[in-house]
């Protein structure tokens, strides 16, 4: 199983900037992707942004020039650098990760509890 833990969530005013990070722990589990969904209330979920191991990230429209999505490979963590901050962007960001394990050749993916972000005056 792998188990993911998000942190950086907060209020913050329009305009002001968040870190998210997260950490994927887990056994004989290889990852091939880590990134961001979130889910408003009367909305699908979204995916904010994703980066996969070979480095070829993806951002949602709404989001593209004020996020920017990072990894730290050796750590398995994720950040998410968000700034200019509009109340539209305001959610819970659930961490995502997507692989497989080395015994297996089904994909898993995984998704953390959340980390609320506020965005308002």
């Known amino acids: 199983q792998v188990q993911l833990a998000e942190s950086g969530g907060g209020l913050v005013q329009p305009g002001g900037s968040l870190r998210l990070s997260c950490t994927a722990s887990?056994?004989?589990?290889?990852?091939?992707?880590m990134g961001w969904y979130r889910q408003a209330p009367g909305k699908e979920r979204e995916l904010v942004a994703v980066l996969r191991n070979s480095g070829l990230s993806n951002y949602a429209d709404s989001v593209k020039g004020r996020f920017t999505i990072s990894r730290d490979n050796a750590k398995n963590m994720v950040f998410l650098q968000m700034n200019s901050l509009k109340p539209e962007d305001t959610d819970v960001y659930s961490c995502y990760a997507g692989g497989f394990y080395w015994g297996s050749d089904a994909v898993y993916d995984y998704w953390g509890r959340g980390t609320q972000v506020t965005v308002s005056s």
């Open positions: 887990g056994s004989d589990f290889s990852i091939n992707a």
